[in-house]
């Protein structure tokens, strides 16, 4: 009878382990579900966030007062640029060049394997000491000769000899003097083969053509460099590239709709993209006589007033502004900045221009007052301030709106 009622009992420790289980199971989902919403939520903003294109507000410095007439940018291109390779091909044994390593001219760079040329030059210096032996020799025959045609011509005279004898004494003596020539002839044409030997290993030695700063090191020892492209690749036609850093100018592309505002020995000031705040005195050289029919712009040289600053390096983007020709305007010594931005970044609002400034990640709506325009850049009097960003590319934003910006 007890057992029968101790079967009737409840187990409540089971059930309460399986509620456990439950409550677990549903707060692991219920973490999913959030976890999973909250992702999905993040990722619908970020693709509601847009992409918008920026562009720096630029600023120009006139130099002694004098207004600008035109703004460009370009590059700093050195004039004397080599990529310095080998007369010969050959393998290279030691390169004695490093990048940033300055060197004069004459210099020696690279050395290539000299062991084929000395071999042929110690051949050549053999020989020539082998047709100088003979040479002697020859001469030593001649000599004697000589002393003996001189006897027999004594004979001839006392009758004691035929004319047929004396002759063939002469023709002997002839025959080593022509010899002798030719002897002479063959040690010109060996001193002539050990120049040229001595010039083919000169060869081997590769030297600086001018004096500069080597900005790269094209090639190892033991790689095969010749002067001209072999071997699929495989074949090295430098050994280093230098720079003559007191030959650096200018380039810039001029649209041609404003090249007549550009002349030779017009004053420019150039400002680095790496140091907006530095003035660079520069001085226009030449308009290349040639216009770029896809672009319909004129290729402009211009070069430094004073050369040799450090900081000026190849392939450096530089903004110039070409100013006013004519004497400075003395009245005027401090003529205020001005700021310059994209075409593209101006909006119209009711009629007035307007743009949209990068602020972190949002962008700000601002008021513009605009002034001259140059190409496609306008200049701005007031709004914004030099080295903010501005959108010029992208869909329609509105004050506050979050953006991500290039």
Known sequence: MAASLDELKIDRSRGGRSG?????????????????????????????????RTAMVRQTLPADGQPTVLNASGYVRARLQSTVSSKITGRIAEVLVEEGMAVSEG?????????????????????????RSALVE????HEEARLDLRRQRQLLDHRLIGQADFDATQADADSLQARIANQREQEVVAEREIDVRRTAREDTVIRAPFSGV?????????????????????????????????????????????????SPGQRVVATLNAYPD??????VITTIPAADRQRATVLVRIGFDEFGDPRILPDMGVNVAFLEGGPPEEEVPDA?????????????????????????ETVERRSVTTGLEDGGDVEVLAGVSAGERVVVEGPPVASGDRVVAD
């Open 336 to 360: 205020a900045p001005r700021l310059w931005i994209p075409s593209e970044a101006l909006r119209s609002d009711g009629g007035r221009p307007v743009v949209f400034v990068v602020r972190g």
């Open 214 to 262: 080597a900005i790269s090191r094209d090639a190892q020892p033991g790689e095969i460099i010749s002067p001209m492209s072999a071997g699929g690749g495989f074949t090295r036609t430098g050994v280093c590239t230098i720079v003559d850093m007191s030959s650096l100018e200018i380039e810039v592309d001029v649209n041609e709709s404003y090249i007549d505002r550009v």
């Open 20 to 52: 456990i289980v439950r409550i677990v199971w549903l707060t692991l989902v219920l973490a999913a579900l959030g976890g999973g919403g909250l992702a999905g939520w993040l990722w619908w903003e970020g693709a509601r966030i847009p992409a918008v």
């Open 138 to 141: 020859l001469e030593v025959r």
């Open 278 to 283: 530095w003035e660079i005195p520069a001085r």
């Open 107 to 131: 210099q020696v760079l690279a050395r290539l394997d000299d062991t084929t040329e000395r071999s042929h030059l110690a051949l050549a210096e053999a020989q020539l000491r082998a047709v």
